[in-house]
């Protein structure tokens, strides 16, 4: 069995108003509904944790059922940071029937469900896969205000999500986390630490993170090419 | 004297449709009268120049009187690269004055003077300095399919521009250059292959490069914010 774990716990400060980012609306519905339609869609997962503010957790369920977005989904409150979130549903998956576990970011709508069964497929190769964009921007390492070195952009990749790994060695990785870093908000790098060679699968940059203001904007834009 | 060199001659077949990217409107106006109006109403800025295609040439200055904008440009057509653009537009600037080249993107329409400014004294103290933004993904180095690590996101900066160099430092990088190269889009590149050290400038994310449909939307957006 694979599973999804989308991580929408998080407050989202950074783009104002009361809401968490997740649950403002994009075209009228809740980013967070967006992100979940993917994979209730896609064959390669047969279960989906949402992680969720504590006080967020109860109404959700329904208004998801309302939307036809529930059939297999639970909820999962979350914790102070990130990676505290991921590890409190990676606790409530049994070992015994999971194989992979694809950790997604609940401000992802745009993921596509072959993008995700692709990274979950390469993930049962190699034991970790994650979807990556090219990187556009030119790339400045820097010490201080000096300017060091210009990157080779094209052995660049920005990481996207889901990030999928196979159960044990997530687990694995997830033992020797400091789950109170709240910078720790990239999974790939605790599997990479423990030795893992992770595959990096090509995805498209329209699979975006919505943190900002203007992302939101941008969203809605994208939707009306997609079409829906 | 200080001299901005607005690149401006792409033609921009990634935006779809028939003009260039630079002459989309962007509130009712082409981009790149907006990308004008900072280095105008910059103190430290004494000439611009702005490389286009030579088919756009005939009409840019009277459309740029026009709006009131034309006060320090002047127009040169562009080459086939972006590299043979700028020199170009370098071998027009007179070397008894010149103190400082600012090469900008002519699709960054969101600095403002005062970056120019400090990107400009900056220049003046090291030989060269271009404006940055944090790196807001999360960056791996791939070998093939293969992530090899995950950069240390905190020493990396996304170059933006202006990039402001001495004149006689910049006409020496560009004598090196191979000028018909698609490639060779970043100036500070050039100018730290000739063991200069460029100084970064902590710049706004906001001074973002409108390329695509979606940059155009958000770009929308960002005008309202400010207020235009």
């Known amino acids: 069995m694979n599973v999804a774990i989308i991580a929408a716990a998080g407050r989202g400060e950074r783009m104002g108003g009361n809401r968490p980012k997740q649950f403002l609306l994009l075209a009228g519905t809740p980013i967070i509904f967006h992100t979940l339609r993917p994979f209730e869609q896609c064959a390669s997962i047969q279960e989906i944790i949402v992680v969720l503010p504590a006080e967020e957790s109860a109404g959700f369920l329904s208004e998801a059922h309302r939307i036809g977005l529930a059939n297999l989904v ?12 991921v590890s409190r549903a990676l606790l409530t998956i049994s070992p015994t029937t ?18 995700i069964t692709r990274a979950v497929e390469a993930a049962k190769v190699s034991g970790g896969a994650l ?26 990749r920005r990481a996207l999500t889901p990030q999928c790994f196979r159960y044990d060695i997530l687990r694995r990785a997830y033992e020797g986390a400091d789950l109170h870093d709240p910078a720790l908000t990239d999974d790939s790098f605790l599997v990479e630490q423990i030795g893992i060679n992770v595959t990096a699968i090509e995805g498209s940059a329209r699979n975006i993170k919505i943190t900002t203001p203007e992302d939101l904007v941008a969203a809605e834009a994208l939707l009306q090419e997609k079409g829906l």
Do not use: C, N, Y
């Open 98 to 115: 999971a194989e992979i576990v694809a950790v997604h970011d609940g401000v992802r709508p745009f993921v596509k469900p072959d993008e």
């Open 131 to 156: 979807l990556v964009a090219p990187m556009t921007d030119t790339v400045k390492e820097v010490s201080g205000a000096e300017v060091v070195r210009t990157l080779d952009r094209k052995s660049l």
């Open 74 to 85: 639970r909820v999962v409150p979350g914790g102070e940071t990130r990676a505290e979130s």
